[in-house]
């Protein structure tokens, strides 16, 4: 017998019976006890101020589909979401479809919740220029506490999800010179703003984002001389990472004349208005022809050069094909199938970059419909799924933000250009701490932030029936023999604990 965290006599083999359960295929594990080391103060999410009421929890034995789309759309749904969900039509693969149609269009979702909390950052509504004033520290502080706010409290789950989806995929680094001020309002006014919109408009809004125009050294893009060559970071991501991709068919050529093309564009810096705005200096600019990828921008007042560079990249082939399959591996697997990566691609194109056309037609493949529990949550998504699951309460403060640096997790902190990975295996290592994190939080350990698991547990039935519904609730399904066994012999003040830590729940 060994004592750990999990108050009580527990044999190691109950434990990590429990920790193999669900966890075929996944390639995870433990072969210590991860909870052997001091756990330093935790992070803390955005708090429910909405009581748990009766609700009902999955009577199947696989993932359901209600369940399925809960999970992938959203970052767990909160206690009553499942009957929600299921109240939407009679048939479930006709309710899951009202469902994703009402999360496609989140303008239409009272979101009063989520706005009331998120209120108190008042830093955030400034302009970049404003942002200038605040102390670096308060105002990093802020974003991520308002990230995890917005992600745990809002009712427009996808789109925070798809929030977290941009900003990896137009990451920038918050500590590198001026972001550390412009990053809240690149999130504010360019992300969030068109992270269910149109993907041309986006990238535009990048380009000339003053965050981008620092993070990727675009304000030093300039030809004012014939010696003068043009600073090719900016437009080499641009290729890589924003449209083509490393395997879209362009050359360093095309590098080169991208960058050529971008000369000129800066930030303002200094001066009683107008600080941390983008501008274009006319006289810092290449204005001679430029050949890009097959397709000419003539020569001429260079303003417009931008424009055409976005235009024939934006759309291209190899672009649709590159978002396509960064979208199908977000919601259905680390390695796509082809038929669902080649649909979503045609409508991708056919939709003029419409993110939310092109999102439907991934929902509506056999693969979303078919992959179920097969996804690794990444810590953000594992820490704000066990709040919301759970309907805890949190003042997203500095106990849970270190949860999220502990775990390499931050939002605004991944330091290179290409974000945070996608993909289970680079996120393996952070499962001792996220056992440290459920335990810690379901004893209500961390500081400002609550969770009520004996209601929790009373309100929670199964197929409207008195029988626990804690279990299903949290795993998604009915549990197993084994699960069962596990919990049975888990003293009841840390089962919530167990079930957070679970390999069911880590999947998605």
């Known amino acids: 017998m060994i004592r750990h965290p999990f108050a009580g006599a527990v044999s190691r083999r109950q434990f990590l019976k429990l920790a193999a359960m669900g966890g075929a295929g996944t390639g995870f594990g433990c072969s210590e006890n991860p909870f052997g080391f ?33 999970n992938r759309l959203t970052f767990g749904g909160v206690p009553g979401d499942y ?61 991520l506490s308002y990230t995890v706010i ?48 149109s993907f041309p408009e986006m990238l535009r809004a990048t380009a000339t984002s003053p965050a981008m125009l620092w993070y990727l050294d675009g304000r030093v893009n300039r030809k004012s001389s014939d010696e003068d060559k043009p600073n090719e970071n900016y437009a080499r991501e ?38 941390g705005e983008p501008k274009f200096e006319k006289k810092l600019h290449d204005h001679g022809e430029k ?5 000419t921008i003539p020569a001429g007042d260079g303003r417009d050069d931008m424009s055409r560079l976005l235009a024939i990249v934006s759309l291209h082939p190899s672009t649709a094909r590159y978002i396509a399959t960064k979208l199908c591996t977000r919601f259905i697997d680390d390695t796509p199938p082809e038929a669902a990566v080649t649909a979503v691609s045609k409508e991708f194109l056919a939709s003029k970059g419409d993110i939310r056309k092109t999102l439907r037609t991934l929902f509506q493949t056999d693969a979303f419909r078919e992959n179920r529990g097969n996804k690794f949550k990444r810590p953000f998504h594992f820490i704000v799924s066990a709040l919301r699951t759970t309907g805890g309460t949190t003042d997203g403060k500095d106990s849970l933000l270190k949860f999220l640096h502990r775990m390499g997790h931050a939002p605004f902190h991944y330091p290179t250009p290409d974000g945070y ?19 810690r939080y379901a004893r209500n350990e961390l500081e400002g932030t609550r969770c009520d698991s004996e209601a929790l547990a009373r309100m929670a039935s199964v197929g409207g029936i ?6 299903p609730w949290l795993l998604g399904r009915l549990a197993t023999a084994d699960e069962t066994e596990a919990w049975r012999a888990c003293p009841d003040g840390d089962r919530l604990a167990l079930l957070l830590a679970s390999p069911a729940f880590q999947l998605f």
Request: include cysteine; proline fraction near 4%; charged fraction near 25%.
């Open 421 to 439: 990975p996608e993909e289970a295996t680079p996120w393996l290592s952070t499962i001792p701490w996220r056992w440290n994190f459920a335990l």
């Open 83 to 143: 009957d929600r969900v299921s109240a939407l039509h009679a048939a479930p693969e006709k309710a899951v479809e009202v469902f994703i149609e009402q999360q496609l269009a989140p303008e239409s979702i009272d979101d009063g919740l989520a706005e009331r909390a998120t209120r108190q950052f008042e830093y955030l509504q400034h302009t970049s220029g404003d942002l200038y004033n605040f102390t670096i520290d308060g105002l990093l502080d802020e974003m």
């Open 238 to 275: 641009l290729l890589e990472l924003h449209t083509l991709g490393v395997d879209g068919g362009y050359t360093q050529a095309d590098v080169m004349e991208a960058a050529r093309a971008l000369t000129g564009w800066t930030v303002k810096d200094g001066g009683l208005f107008g600080r």
């Open 38 to 70: 001091d756990t330093p103060a935790f992070l803390q999410f955005g708090s429910t101020e909405e009581p748990i009421v009766p609700f009902t929890a999955p009577d199947r034995s696989e993932i359901g589909i209600v369940s399925h789309c809960l």
């Open 291 to 295: 050949k890009i990828l097959g397709h």
């Open 466 to 471: 008195e029988k626990s519904g804690l279990m």
């Open 150 to 197: 917005r992600a745990v409290k809002s009712k427009r789950q996808l789109h925070e999800v798809m929030v977290h989806f941009w900003t990896d995929h137009f990451n920038i680094d918050s500590s590198k010179g001026d972001c550390r001020w412009l990053t809240a309002a690149h999130d504010r006014d360019v992300i969030r703003k068109h992270a269910l919109g």
